[in-house]
């Protein structure tokens, strides 16, 4: 079992960055997929991003890609976002997952089993 938490979430102008930390408590981080989903108020929960187990493949949704980078330390079983060029239309609570299993596309929240609380990130001026 995990427990993730995430951190790094704030206010930031248009066109600034943050950098969202989510660590995990318990023994299988090391093997399991981590992703990142936004989701707003009345919407579904949509994929920014996922990192395999060894860090070997990071996918990203087409609206972050190239702005979004993810990294993982499976020492510290620390994952991280770090986003740039931040728009308003990525103001959104910001979960990390993690899922295990090999049939899955870890493009949707049915694919992880565990989630963070969230964290707030509002790009606004």
């Known amino acids: 079992q995990l427990q993730l938490v995430e951190s790094g979430g704030g206010l930031v102008q248009p066109g600034g960055s943050l950098r969202l930390s989510c660590v995990a408590s318990?023994?299988?981080?090391?093997?399991?997929?981590m992703g990142w989903f936004r989701q707003t108020s009345g919407t579904e929960r949509e994929f920014v991003g996922g990192?395999?187990?060894?860090?070997?493949?990071?996918k990203y949704s087409e609206s972050v890609k190239d702005r979004f980078s993810i990294s993982r330390d499976n020492a510290q079983n620390t994952v991280t976002l770090q986003m740039n060029s931040l728009r308003p239309e990525d103001t959104a609570t910001y979960y990390c997952?993690?899922?295990?299993?090999?049939?899955?596309?870890?493009?949707?929240?049915?694919?992880?089993?565990?989630w963070g609380q969230g964290t707030q990130v509002t790009v606004s001026s």
């Open positions: 990192i395999s187990w060894n860090g070997a493949t990071v």
């Open positions: 997952a993690a899922g295990a299993g090999l049939t899955k596309s870890y493009l949707v929240p049915e694919d992880y089993d565990y």
């Open positions: 318990g023994s299988t981080f090391s093997t399991s997929v």
